[in-house]
Each structure stands twice: as C-alpha cells, then as structure tokens.
C-alpha cells in the first residue's frame, strides 16, 4: 500500500484524473490523502466532490477554507463571491448527500508520524493538542449544532489562541488557524490580510512554520492553501499547494518515499 498526498484540488477534476493515472493510483490497494479545498475556482467542484467521497475509506480530505465556505453558503449563512464556481454543486440533486459528508471531513488527520491540516498550526499547540482541539470542531460541524455554527464561522476575531476561549469564538479561532493562516506574529498572533512569498512578509510576522518557540515534535506536518509559497520541502514540513487552478500544476506526494509527481494544470482560471 502506498499513501499519496494530493494538494489543493479546488474543483480541477481533470487535473486530478491525469494526476491519479500518473501515479497509477489504485484505491483497492493505495490511500489518497487530500490536503483540503477540494472546490470552488476550478470549473469542477462537483466531479470532484463526487469522486473522492466514492472512493470511501481509500481516500481522507481534511478540510480547507473552500470546503467551510461552500457549507456557508449552502446553509445559506455567505454571501457568494466573484470567484465561486459553486453553483453546480448548490443545485445537484445528490447535494445533500455531499455536503452532509463533507462536513463529515476531520479538520486534522494524524497518523503514523504525519499531520495533515489544510493551512498551518499555531506555534502554541502541540500535534496532539491540535488533534484535540480540530475535533472540537469535528464535532460541532457533525452535530445538530452544525446550521448555528456555521452561521458564526465568518471573520478574524479572536486572532490569537488562548484556552480562555469558549464558544463560537474558541472554534473559529482554530479553524481560522487551521483552514487560514500563512504568517503569525512570534506571539502566534495571526495575520489574516498579505497572502503573497514569505519574503514579502508583513512588520513583526514570519511564516507559522519558522516561528522558533514553535512546540517541539518529530511530526511532519501536510498543508496546503498558500500557492505563492508553492511546493515546499524542508524538515518537519511538506507545503504541497503548487498552484493548479492558477495555471501551476497538481502534486503528489508519496509518504513512504517521498517521491513527487506533478501534472500540469489543464483548467487554469483565466487571469
């Protein structure tokens, strides 16, 4: 068995299809991991959707800023945005059935020495503090609670953890941090606006990985979401987002080995 980590989909099908036949991807016998926004961007979302919750338990997709936004807007709770390509999904008669498993999605996945979550962790949290907070959040969005939380899930507020938090306020700062965050401020104080390179990186703000009290682990840590950072690898860390419905291209990587495959992307939004 092997175990592939795919980055950010957003709604390229056709990438993923060409991706998957690349690697010979084989769900009888290989596991896919999905580092979150399956949708929304790409032209899309719902083959995309559709196919991965077909192949079960040989697939796990954490989920991303994207995947909560599409929940908002099906419940109703966000106003629709200039890049949504969600329409399809709103209105296919199996939508039910696929936002309800979507929700079901684990916000953080960890297992064997590997943490998957879409954009990053907060230098105060430990792998197995996160796990536990991220299932907070599991939880509420799997429960008759889901609707109301939803409906509270936008904005920035509170930008920085503490354990004090309760609440909506407590769940939306982990999922902020989770599903949102680039950079971070030594104090783990999160910046939500500059989303370009680290090199540009705002006044007294680093990239969540090179905060340097970060809690120590031998964990390597799965993400996504930040395209202008691009495919990176360095200990402890394999950012995987490359860009694909920007014109870059879709990776894999093989945890076993460490082995990369790319396609380029065949559906890149115009501009």
Not at 50 to 65: H, I, K, M, Q, Y
Not at 112 to 122: I, K, N, R, S
Request: charge should be negative; include cysteine.
């Amino acid at each position: 068995m092997a175990r592939y980590v795919v980055g950010d989909v957003q709604g390229c099908f056709d990438s993923l299809t060409a991706l998957l036949e690349k690697i010979g991807f084989d769900p009888q016998n290989d596991r896919l991991w999905l580092v979150g926004d399956l949708v929304n961007r790409g032209p899309k979302s719902l083959e995309v959707l559709r196919f991965v919750r077909s192949l079960g338990d040989a697939a796990t997709a954490v989920l991303g800023n994207h995947d909560l936004y599409l929940l908002m807007v099906a419940a109703g709770w966000r106003k629709r945005g200039k890049d949504d390509t969600l329409q399809a999904v709103v209105d296919a008669p199996d939508a039910d059935a696929l936002l309800g498993w979507l929700a079901s999605c684990p916000l953080m996945h960890v297992e064997d020495g590997f943490a998957m979550v879409h954009a990053g962790l907060l230098p105060q949290w430990s792998i197995d503090e996160a796990r536990a907070l991220a299932g907070e959040v599991e939880a509420m969005l799997r429960s008759p609670g889901r609707d109301a939380f939803l409906a509270e899930l936008a904005g920035n507020a509170p930008a920085q953890w503490s354990e004090d938090l309760t609440g909506h306020d407590r769940l939306r700062c982990i999922v902020n941090a989770m599903t949102r965050m680039r950079f971070c401020s030594y104090e783990g104080v999160i910046e939500f606006r500059y989303k370009g390179p680290p090199e540009g990186a705002p006044l007294g703000c680093v990239p969540w990985f090179e905060v340097p009290h970060r809690r120590p682990d031998d964990t390597t840590v799965l993400v996504g979401h930040w395209s202008a950072l691009g495919l990176r690898i360095r200990p402890g860390l394999v950012a995987l987002d490359s860009g694909c419905v920007w014109g870059g291209a879709l990776t894999a990587y093989r945890l076993e080995d460490g082995a990369l495959f790319q396609v380029q992307s065949s559906e890149a939004r115009p501009g």
